[in-house]
């Protein structure tokens, strides 16, 4: 059972434009929702984090939008740059108890110079 | 402050061999996180260790299993090796096992099963 979908799978943006990627979750336990940055050959790394209890959070060029009501949340990399292409995965966990996160399937970001 | 390392980059196995992975946490993280990741696919949780005891596990069979050292650092062992356990496998190491304290992951183990 997928309970983190992920779209796009793939996206294109040219240089200085906004990246958005969506996600959609279905167990309301979940209230950690993190994104993480995966370049080839390397582990992903946090980008990101959001709890439940705000509704947008903002770090640099990188802000994540938070519906509880729809069990949706999303990433907008404001000002793309070449350097930001990469994967980018949304996940989702529980606060208490195991560290066990919920991955998205990806959605490989390329930025066009 | 060194990160996450893991061991070897690169394996490959015949189906039915038996492999061991390592992880070394980073500095002072004493909870480690196991991860399957597919090829094109996000990372899937496979179990937990805390102060060398497991400490949760994903839907993977027993034939997947672990160990968490005083050090903590950390072994995955897979027996009975089939093709869909090619893979690139994930270390993640945090501070403790409450989820104030993002993971941190290792670069990965590329297994592949042949």
């Known amino acids: 059972q997928q309970q983190v979908k992920q779209s796009p799978q793939s996206l294109i943006v040219q240089k200085g434009g906004i990246s958005i990627i969506n996600c959609a979750y279905e167990?309301?336990?979940?209230?950690?929702f993190p994104w993480y940055q995966q370049f080839p050959g390397k582990g992903p790394a946090l980008l990101i984090a959001?709890?439940?209890?705000?509704s947008e959070k903002k770090e640099g060029r990188f802000t994540i939008s938070f519906n509880k009501s729809a069990k949706q949340f999303s990433l907008h990399i404001m000002d793309s740059q070449p350097g930001d292409s990469a994967t980018y995965f949304c996940?989702?966990?529980?606060?208490?108890?195991?560290?066990?996160?919920?991955f998205g399937s990806g959605t490989r970001l390329q930025v066009q110079p | 402050e060194t990160g996450v390392t893991q061991s070897p980059t690169h394996l490959i196995k015949t189906r039915g061999q038996q492999v061991t992975l390592r992880c070394s946490s980073q500095?002072?993280?004493?909870?480690v996180s196991w991860y399957q990741q597919a090829l094109g696919q996000g990372p899937q949780f496979i179990f937990q260790?805390?102060?060398?005891?497991?400490?949760g596990r994903g839907n993977f069979p027993p034939r997947f299993s672990g160990l968490q050292f005083p050090n903590y650092s950390s072994e995955l062992n897979v027996n009975a090796l089939e093709l869909d356990d090619s893979a690139l496998y994930l270390c993640?190491?945090?501070?403790?096992?409450?989820?104030?304290?993002?993971?941190?992951f290792g670069n990965g183990t590329r297994l592949t099963v042949t």
């Open positions: 993640a190491s945090s501070l403790d096992r409450g989820s104030n304290s993002p993971l941190h």
């Open positions: 500095s002072g993280h004493n909870t």
């Open positions: 996940a989702a966990s529980k606060m208490a108890g195991r560290r066990a996160l919920t």
């Open positions: 260790y805390y102060r060398e005891e497991e400490n």
């Open positions: 167990n309301t336990a979940f209230d950690y």
């Open positions: 959001i709890r439940p209890d705000v």
